[in-house]
């Protein structure tokens, strides 16, 4: 009876549980059990199995293939929203497109900083930079660059400011924005 259920092993191919492929290569009278190759091991390499070792690897075979295929599902989610966090990341609608990599990076920094914005002394929205620009953009919003601004400190003295970069709502409420947000805002007004 023993040769029969070791002649039915041999040939049999199973996975571990760390799904690697194991198969059954022959019956070691000298090891009282099977050879089995994996198949990720140095050439050469066999281990030993008993029965009831090969008989509890093949009861676990269903569990482990469907832990091994919620564990792929799992990481291709995972993958996909990284994917989609440096394509948002990354996308300017193309104004970045022609500049060097320095440039571009030195862009993206600053149009990805994540604000608290207010409006009104209303707290409005936590955004990007970039997302908000367009977001106001959309609701009407325009562009303005006003120099020369005279203003007073908080000491109370007279200072000039050589350039201001202001988003402005129909009410000519505004927005203080920076360089690079003013110029991706033009862009975007020009392109979208």
């Known amino acids: 009876m023993l040769a029969t259920i070791q002649k039915d092993y041999i040939g049999l191919k199973f996975y571990s549980a760390q799904m690697d492929i194991l198969e059954v290569l022959e019956y070691s009278e000298y090891h009282k059990g099977y050879l089995v190759l994996e198949q990720d091991m140095p050439e050469g ?83 990007t930079r970039k997302d908000f620009i367009k977001s106001m953009l959309e609701e009407g919003y325009t562009l303005e660059h006003k120099t020369n601004l005279n203003y007073y400190t908080k000491k109370g003295e007279l200072k000039i400011k050589a350039n201001e970069y202001r988003l402005t709502s129909p009410d000519n409420s505004f927005f203080e924005i920076t360089k690079t947000e003013y110029d991706y805002a033009v862009y975007l007004k020009e392109t979208i």
Do not use: V
């Open 45 to 127: 390499y066999r281990a030993i199995m008993q029965n009831q070792e090969i008989e509890f690897y093949l009861s676990k075979q269903t569990e482990w293939i469907e832990s091994d295929k919620r564990y792929r599902e799992i990481e291709r989610q995972e993958q996909e929203k990284r994917d989609l966090e440096e394509f948002n990341y990354n996308n300017t609608y193309g104004y970045t497109n022609n500049l060097t990599p320095l440039q571009k990076g030195k862009i993206l920094k600053t149009l990805n900083k994540k604000f608290n914005y207010y409006e009104n002394g209303i707290f409005k929205t936590n955004s």
